[in-house]
């Protein structure tokens, strides 16, 4: 005998991620959820543009294990709280959910730095108001291609480490192509951590996505 | 690794099903994964098994139906499927965009005795 189903696998993820984002709403937080490659530079990204951004900011940390982009953050008085999966390569709602019931933040962005992962950080709703995902030059131009769930999904798009492109052969085109396939209303960045090229642009669409969102509340 | 969870989802919500029913044995589990969902099947087979043990899930088949991403060019309106490493149109070359399919995760049906 056969019984229907058509249920989500992820439904009871996706529960918890309705919740998060009340919780979220009601302290007025954008919720911004970072999803790239272990070594893409997630971490000096968010430093970076924290320090370009006039408007509150909070990190959730995601890490297999250890604490070290957490300090980092705390370093420069930047309220952070610190997940560590132990070996589960994502972050869950359920996680988030516990990180923002330990934070005291609100009216502001919160940053979740997700594990360093293509794949499943992309499947798990968080609750965020959108994903961006980050791809770099060192890394090739091929990411889209070989991850398209994730650049489906993001709001935003960001190359990082734009200043070693005289030295990889990255086809810039292949990459704008394979991104706008998977979703023509991405919005993509050029930036580089090292040397603060392109966040005075990614700050300014940010602030107005925050704007939006408060007058909204 | 990262089936793991999904597995985990997998086995609790047939669970769930086979606890209200007053389900036996469960023999088959339909399943519609999307081309753009990054999950292997024989991982996702390998956790059941593990997973399922002592359980009215043991030793269900676990049966996989593939949705395909599909691509409509903005050049000549045709439908299509990606390649390796393009989304380009193969019939007229030029690029499109991808229509909300391939997307899918979900558990279709159950066969139960």
Known sequence: MEIKIIKNVLEANNNIAEENKNIKDERK?????IIGSPGTGKTSFILKLIENMDIPC??????????????????????VVQINT?????LNANSIN??????????????????????????????????????????GDDKPYKYPLLFSKAKAVVLNKIDLLPYFDFNKQYF???????????????????TGEGFEVLAKWLKEIYNQYMQSK | MHELSITESIVNMVSDEVKKR???????????????????????????DVLSEGTPLYGAELNFKRVKAEFKCRNCGMIYNRGNFTFKCPYCGSSGVLIEKGKELYIDSIDVE
């Open chain 1, 29 to 33: 937080i954008l919720m911004v959820n």
């Open chain 1, 86 to 90: 132990g070996g589960e390569c994502h």
């Open chain 1, 58 to 79: 909070g990190v959730i940390e995601g890490d297999v294990a250890s604490d070290i982009d957490a300090r980092k953050m705390a370093e420069r008085n930047i309220p």
């Open chain 1, 176 to 194: 704008y192509d394979g991104v706008k396939t998977l979703n023509d209303k991405a919005e993509i960045f050029e930036v580089s951590s090292r």
């Open chain 2, 22 to 48: 007053n389900i036996n044995k469960v023999t088959k589990i339909n399943i519609v994964l999307g081309e753009l969902t990054g999950f292997e099947e024989d991982s996702i087979k390998f956790y059941f």
């Open chain 1, 98 to 139: 516990k990180a923002l019931s330990s934070i005291d933040f609100h009216d502001g962005i919160l940053f979740i730095e997700n594990i360093g992962n293509l794949i499943c950080p992309s499947e798990f709703e968080l609750g965020e108001d959108f994903k961006l995902a980050m791809a770099n030059v060192a890394e």
